[in-house]
Nanobody, 121 residues
Framework: QVTLAESGGGLVQPGGALRVSCAASGSISGIDFMGWHRQAPGKERELVARISGFGTKTYAGSVKGRFTISRDNAKNTVSLQMDSLKPEDTAVYYC???????????????WGQGIQVTVSS
């Protein structure tokens, strides 16, 4: 099995910055896509950013130019640097990874438990 552990959330003022990270642990053979979704109260979960195994990055239009996703393949981690934060960025942020377990031929998506990010003055 695989466990994803998120860290770095919290409260920040509008215009501020925050970095969230996610580390995967377990019997991992390889990781393809890594990314972040978020879910605000009363809204559906939405993709924020995603990075492929080749490093290709995709961003939601609402965060493009403000958020930067990165990955460390040696540490099986993905991070999201969030700058120029707005109150509408307030949500629970979930990391996800497309993982191949040792001894397996296929990939499975795993999710973190979520971490709260609140942007408020």
């Amino acid at each position: 099995q695989v466990t994803l552990a998120e860290s770095g959330g919290g409260l920040v003022q509008p215009g501020g910055a925050l970095r969230v990270s996610c580390a995967a642990s377990g019997s991992i053979s390889g990781i393809d896509f890594m990314g972040w979704h978020r879910q605000a109260p009363g809204k559906e979960r939405e993709l924020v950013a995603r990075i492929s195994g080749f490093g290709t990055k995709t961003y939601a239009g609402s965060v493009k130019g403000r958020f930067t996703i990165s990955r460390d393949n040696a540490k099986n981690t993905v991070s999201l640097q969030m700058d120029s934060l707005k109150p509408e960025d307030t949500a629970v942020y979930y990391c996800h990874m497309y993982v191949k377990l040792s001894g397996m031929d296929s990939y499975t998506t795993y999710w973190g438990q979520g971490i709260q990010v609140t942007v408020s003055s």
